[in-house]
């Protein structure tokens, strides 16, 4: 299937390693005390997958905490199996970095370009709510997007396609003229499945996954989007 501009209204963007640069987690690790003298990379690594996983595994067995949650237990597994010793106080400060996620420099001005273009500008992310309000407040973007709609309004995380149907009720739009940014293949894939156009963001020039469907749209910057959108 191929990307089809003029059905599109409204665009959802994923939020973490889409808008905001989720690599700065691992310049938490390396400032904070706790985890001085250890590969702050393969900590930063394992954290951020387990906590996807643990995502996945939750749908599959009906079982939901917050994002917020997920991702504690997610750091808390990741500084054990390294050997890391901490406090309770010492991880809820290294997890307080993802309320002070940078943006990617082309996020601010590409997201001002849509939204003086006419289209309806909303985050679809798993992030807890408290999680994306600080995300869109840091990344100045409040006041391009109209609204962050959150994995918590339905308690399912991506890519379960009752939180894509649930975005298309909250947007007001028909699902089929959504499109989806997200540089997750398995979002961009869970868009897809349920209805929407999937853009994926290829932001680390890697090759697309062999397995499921493939993206309407492969856009290397959100600038590429806003080309054609605008063609």
Do not use: C
């Not at 089809?4 to 690790?29: K, N």
């Not at 649930?166 to 997750?184: C, F, K, N, Q």
């Amino acid at each position: 299937m191929s990307f089809d501009p003029d059905r599109v209204s409204t665009v959802t963007f994923d939020s973490y390693s889409t808008l905001v640069d989720v690599d700065s987690v691992e310049t938490a690790l390396v400032e904070h005390d706790a985890v001085a003298d250890v590969d702050t990379t393969s900590v930063s690594n394992t954290w951020r997958r387990r906590s996807m996983e643990y995502t996945l595994v939750g749908n599959a067995l009906d079982r939901y905490e917050s994002f917020y949650e997920v991702n504690r237990r997610a750091l808390e597994y990741a500084l054990a199996v390294h050997g890391i010793e901490t406090t309770p106080d010492d991880r809820a400060e290294i997890l307080s970095v993802y309320h002070d996620l940078e943006p990617f420099a082309d996020v601010r001005p590409t997201l001002e370009r849509l939204d003086e273009a006419g289209y309806d500008l909303y985050v679809l992310s798993n992030g807890s709510p408290e999680m994306l309000a600080s995300m869109i407040d840091g990344a100045g973007i409040g006041d391009y997007v109209t609204d962050a709609i959150s994995a918590h309004e339905v308690a399912t995380f991506k890519p379960d396609p009752d939180l894509y149907r649930h975005a298309a009720g909250r947007t007001g739009t028909p699902i089929d003229r959504i499109a989806h940014v997200s540089a997750l293949w398995f979002d961009v894939q869970g868009a897809v499945n349920a209805g929407m156009q999937g853009v994926w963001l290829d932001r680390q020039d890697r090759p697309w996954e062999p397995f499921g469907p493939e993206p309407d749209l492969v856009a290397e910057g959100l600038e590429g989007l806003a080309e054609v959108l605008e063609a």
